[in-house]
């Protein structure tokens, strides 16, 4: 098995797609430092499922996209494509080609894919786990990496040797298992506890049950007994009703006797006071006595009314007082002329007015005019000043800079000859050999300015993340200002206030916030519910009635209620066309029943956008008003509208809502953006102090190389930096010079142009300007004055007119006035002369007529007492007829009475029986004639002491007691759980389940603990295998590297294998040192080289990426090194990244990596077909 093929497109410098065609063996990749060579290592890492940015060296897993250069965008995404030729069957899946991809997006999210097939993290490191390539990733030995093999502790250089033996498969089995078993633990625990407190409550609950048991005995006792006392009651009351109702047909009997003795009676006092009744002749004469009697007094009351109003009509209404009718006529001649001599001088006052407006005018486009002047030649007298200031400046400016070119000059000059003196001493001390051997720290360099880089991005991420804080926080701080202010609009009335701070019952709230309506329909909806908008929400008329009347004790002022009992809904409405929507299906409320009760208020009314739509939807059939979003409404007869009114309360509420949202939206931006700029301080600090840290090592290794560098070269380097010094010197004197003679001639131009400006400068006459516009403003002064003297006496003339107009017209109207009343009171007087004469006329003849009425009212009075004597006779036999009459149906009433008392008592009987069916259903469930049948007096009771007794009789007495007996013991018992027999059964029957449950787990428990031993074992030996091994190849290895030298692997705990590390002895030929901290820079790396090359040989993985891993090697290390790569050849395949021309020639294959313009290519040659 072995890589095939890597596929890169947008992978760190990798813009463009580019795919490296891999072949079995040794391949080298090389190419200039920062060409983008240690990113095809990245990439293997990174499509194996790496997860650390650090060891990709980034911040974050974003920076594995292309950035993008100054000609080329960034990218958003990066893809790897990995093909592994799989035809050993090494990996365990059914295909000889295997394609492992994975894409990151730069929005966050990361794709992987076997074969096009999306699957897991977890998926891809599982199928490479058994070829030894794991999380570890010890088959990709990168720069560095070297060092911290060797500076590993015992336990991580074990975690090499067990990820190249596979175990790491075994070491996640165990730890799922132990997951599994902490997780069984703590069900075991708490299994343990619901069972151990299961049998705490099975012993009380079974105290219960028992007592449970003996309640039940004396309960059906105790029933037994209510039953018979309850069946003796009902025997007695069906008792008590059968006499009732003997006594009430005996009654009965009675009184239909007596009622035909009593029509008898009646009869015959009919006939009496029909006897009584016939004399017409009384009744006659009493009628026409009253008759006479009422006319006699009417016609005297009707003289002295008569009499009376001759006597007012008989004095005359008196004249109007004042002046006469002609001298009110002078008077308003007089008025009349005065009014047109006024008129004639307001007139004139007007002309002089308008005059004097026209002089004002005039003067004041003077003043204007001589003050633009003014300011024109001010502004130019101060524009000039400016530029003769600016070219002073400029003249000494420049005489300075020319001052200073000149002493640059002589500096200059000095300068040059002691550089040349310097290069001519540098050259006579550098001698014959002038080669000098440099070699550069590129590589820091290169460190450093991606650090730096990386510093910036991130500090340029760390401000857009400040500027999108302060975004969000003003959009926040916006949106809240505006709710609250509509929040302070949204506030209820001071009655609306009051009301629901009384603490009232059956008061939900303001209807307004309830209420959800239709978007785009709040403002005609606020205009339909008017003042309803901000009523108080009542549960029912009981509270609604309480409100109002605490609003009028308290004056509360006028408050509004909406009632949520509404229980049925109107009547669906018809179609409107289209025009317009009926106003109750825009609204729903959150309160329960209030959008009943609005539909009910809206029912018939309609909304519409605008009034021509409003009018059609007028039209409609059931439409009883339209309300439009401008608040214009139209009613059959009646309409109402005009210019826009203030917003709706609704519409207040649908904009501090959205305030709402809004400010909540903000508020979660600003936290997220607050996270954001929290990260990306983090993120800029960690790359500030990575940067600082490259920069550290970039001073280091220049400071190194400047300790190692031959005092030749340092010679060499100071004369060509003298040589250099000199030619600068001499260049920077000639600049200077030409520089000197540039600013002398600025210097003398600046001066000129000074000198000819002061010549040719004309002097501005400010004050000649000055002076005009001072006598305009005086002359617009007194005009201004003028025309307001002008008005003053216009409207002194205007208010003389307007007062005389209204004398005139009061003079008229009272003149008109004065004769209506004339010619009123002339009509007055002879009205009343008329009804004078008519009264008196009345008066003698209501006077001669009551006197003759007054002697036939005497003649009646005669007739009547006669025929009353005839009549009392009769009336003493009616009265005799009356009481036996009376006394009849006195005894009639009594008997009613008693039959009243009996029907009343049947109803008692009756109404106690229906109790006593009642208590017997729901006390006993039976019927009474079951009751009667089978507990009634005539039953015989079982015995207690000896139930098989023939029985006792009834005895109600002995019942009672016996039931107060049984009520005692059932109290006795004190409080009974009735459920407790079924409760204690139930508890029994968890109980055993619980017990099982809890085998069941503990047996789970001891699976897997089994497995975790057989894991254990697998590892043991696995590892044991594998470190047999090692150690054996890295004797063999160690021999290859370290000719003469003695090195082993030993553990730090051979009796533990399962936790045992791996430590190191090495001690080269010639040295007694042990320790590894005291090698050389190169046996450090051939000491890592050899560990890692024993586990390659001892647990060979399909293939191995080594990243300059000879580069601090010497050619008879290297030469030793190569020997180990041809044996790794072998049996796996070997990417090696160098700079070592060596290396290059044992490759089967290289790559060539460069860079243009940040961005990476790759350039292949097989090495095999060039050597034939």
């Known amino acids: 098995m072995h890589l095939k093929s890597l596929s890169l497109r947008g992978f760190k410098s990798f813009a463009t797609p580019t795919t490296l065609a891999l072949e079995p063996g040794i391949i080298c990749v090389v190419g200039p430092n920062g060409s983008g060579k240690s990113n095809i290592v990245d990439a293997l890492a990174w499509v194996m499922g790496e997860q650390g940015a650090k060891t990709l060296r980034g911040a974050n897993m974003a920076d594995v996209i292309f950035a993008g250069t100054p000609g080329r965008p960034a ?32 929005q966050g999210g990361s794709e992987y894919a076997i074969n096009g097939t999306p699957v897991r993290l977890l998926d891809v490191q599982e199928l490479l786990s058994d070829t030894g390539m794991g999380r570890s990733m010890h088959v990709i030995v990168g720069q560095g990496q070297l060092d911290q093999v060797l500076r590993a502790d015992a336990l991580e250089r074990r975690a090499f040797i067990e990820e190249a033996a596979g175990v790491l498969k075994h070491r996640r089995r165990k730890e799922r298992a132990l997951r599994k078993l902490e997780t069984l633990a703590e069900k075991l625990e708490r299994l343990e506890d619901v069972t151990r407190e299961i049998g705490r409550q099975l012993g009380p609950l079974a105290r219960q049950a028992k007592i449970a048991s003996k309640a039940q005995i004396i309960q059906a006792r105790e029933r037994d007994l209510r039953a018979r006392l309850l069946a003796d009651d009902v025997v007695t009351q069906r008792a008590g009703l059968d006499t009732r109702q003997e006594s009430a047909d005996a009654i009965n009997a009675e009184r239909a006797q007596l009622g035909e003795t009593i029509a008898r009676d009646e009869q015959a006092l009919r006939a009496l006071e029909a006897d009584h009744g016939d004399d017409e002749a009384q009744r006659v004469a009493g009628e026409q006595w009253r008759a006479l009697t009422s006319l006699a007094e009417s016609l005297t009351s009707l003289a002295t009314i008569a009499g009376e109003r001759a006597r007012q009509l008989s004095v005359e209404v008196p004249p109007p007082g004042g002046a006469s009718l002609d001298e009110r006529d002078e008077a308003i001649a007089r008025l009349r002329a005065d009014v047109a001599e006024i008129r004639e001088q307001a007139e004139a006052a007007r002309e002089h007015v308008r005059n004097a407006e026209t002089a004002a005018r005039d003067a004041g486009a003077a003043e204007h005019a001589a003050d633009a002047r003014l300011a024109e030649a001010r502004q130019a007298a101060q524009a000039a000043q400016s530029r003769r200031q600016a070219l002073a400046g400029a003249a000494t400016s420049a005489a ?18 002691l550089a040349r003196t310097r290069a001519a001493d540098a050259g006579a001390q550098l001698g014959e050999d002038d080669s000098v051997a440099d070699t550069e720290a590129w590589t820091e360099q290169a460190a450093y300015d991606e650090a730096a880089a990386a510093a910036q991005r991130a500090a340029q991420r760390r401000d857009d993340a400040r500027a999108r804080l302060a975004e969000a926080t003003q959009s926040e701080a916006t949106w809240a200002s505006r709710r609250d202010a509509l929040a302070l609009l949204l506030r209820p009335a001071e009655a609306t206030g009051a009301l629901l701070g009384a603490g009232l019952d059956g008061l939900r709230g303001v209807l307004a916030p309830t209420l959800t309506v239709a978007p785009g329909w709040e403002d005609a909806l606020g205009h339909a519910l008017g003042d309803l908008v901000s009523a108080v929400i009542a549960e029912d008329d009981a509270a609604g009635e309480e409100a109002l009347e605490h609003a009028r004790r308290h004056d509360l002022g006028r408050v509004c209620l909406v009632y949520a009992d509404s229980a049925t809904e109107p009547p669906p409405r018809g179609d409107l066309g289209g025009a317009g929507e009926w106003a109750r299906d825009l609204v729903t409320s959150a309160e329960p029943g209030v959008t009943r009760a609005l539909a009910h208020i809206l029912d018939g009314i309609a909304l519409a956008h605008t009034l021509s739509e409003a009018r059609i939807v007028a039209e409609c059939e059931g439409v009883r008003a339209v309300w439009t979003d401008r608040g214009e409404w139209l009613r059959p007869g009646a309409a109402g509208g005009g210019s826009a009114e203030a917003t709706t309360r609704l519409a207040i509420q649908a904009e501090c809502d959205e305030a709402t949202e809004r400010a909540e939206q903000a508020g979660a931006a600003r936290e997220a953006a607050q996270a954001s700029l929290d990260d990306a301080e983090r993120a800029c600090g960690r790359a500030e102090a990575e940067a600082q840290a490259a920069l550290e090592r970039l001073r280091e290794a220049d400071a190194a190389r400047a300790l190692q560098a031959q005092a030749r070269a340092r010679a060499s380097a100071q004369a060509a930096s003298a040589a250099a010094e000199a030619e600068r010197a001499e260049a920077a004197w000639q600049r200077a010079r030409d520089d000197a003679e540039e600013r002398a001639r600025a210097a003398r131009e600046a001066q000129e142009r000074l000198d000819d400006f002061d010549a040719s400068t004309v002097d501005i006459d400010v004050a000649e300007h000055d002076e005009t516009a001072r006598r305009a403003r005086e002359q617009a002064r007194t005009a201004r004055e003028s025309l307001t003297e002008a008005r003053l006496r216009q409207g002194a003339c205007e208010e003389r007119l307007r007062q005389g107009e209204t004398r005139l017209a009061q003079a008229l109207a ?106 017997a259903r729901e006390d006993l469930a039976i019927d009474l004639d079951t009751l009667v049948a089978d507990f009634g007096p005539h039953t015989l009771l079982a015995d207690p002491d000896d139930p098989d007794a023939p029985g006792i009789a009834f005895v109600r007495a002995d019942v009672e007691k016996n039931l107060k007996r049984a009520q005692r013991d059932l109290k006795a018992l004190g409080k009974v759980n009735p459920l407790a027999l079924e409760q204690h059964k139930a508890l029994e029957e968890r109980y055993r389940f619980m017990t099982e449950q809890l085998g069941d787990v503990k047996a789970s428990r001891a699976d897997l603990l089994r497995v975790i031993a057989e894991v254990d074992d697998q590892v043991e030996q696995a590892f044991a295998s594998a470190y047999a091994d090692t150690a054996r190849a890295f004797g063999e290895v160690f021999d290859t590297l370290f000719p003469g ?74 030469s030793r090194m190569l020997g180990v790569f041809a044996q790794l050849r072998e049996v796996s395949q070997l990417i090696v990244i160098t700079h070592q021309k060596r290396t290059m020639e044992v490759a089967n294959a290289l790559y060539g990596v460069t860079m243009k313009d940040g961005v990476s290519t790759v350039v292949s040659q097989r090495l095999a077909a060039t050597k034939r």
Request: with cysteine; proline share 2%; charged share 35%.
């Open 75 to 106: 990218l958003g995404r990066a893809e790897v494509r990995l093909s592994i030729d799989n035809s050993s069957g090494d990996l365990p899946i059914d295909y000889t080609e295997v394609t492992i991809s994975r894409t990151l997006f730069r």
């Open 400 to 417: 300075s800079r020319a001052e200073a070119a000149a002493e640059t000059v002589e500096n200059a000059a000095r300068a040059a000859s």
């Open 814 to 919: 009272d003149r008109d006035h004065y004769a209506r009343r004339q010619r009123q009171v002339a009509a007055e007087n002879e009205r009343r002369a008329r009804q004078h004469r008519l009264a008196a006329h009345v008066c003698d003849q209501a006077r001669r007529a009551g006197e003759r009425a007054q002697a036939a009212r005497e003649e009646a009075g005669d007739r009547q007492r006669l025929a009353e004597e005839a009549r009392r006779a009769s009336s003493d036999k009616i009265i005799e007829a009356r009481r036996a009459l009376d006394a009849a149906r006195a005894r009639l009433t009594e008997l009613t009475d008693a039959l009243h008392r009996d029907e009343v008592a049947a109803a008692q009987f009756s109404l106690r029986l229906d109790q006593l069916a009642e208590q």
């Open 1045 to 1118: 030298g003695e090195g082993r692997l030993v553990l730090t705990d051979p009796d533990n294998m399962l936790a045992t590390g791996v430590d190191l002895e090495v001690r080269p030929a010639g040295k007694k040192v042990k320790r590894l901290s005291l090698l050389s820079g190169g046996e450090r790396s051939l000491a890592a080289l050899a560990y890692l090359f024993a586990i390659f040989k001892a647990r060979p993985s399909p293939f191995y990426i080594l990243d300059e891993v000879e580069a601090a090697l010497d050619d008879a290390n290297l």
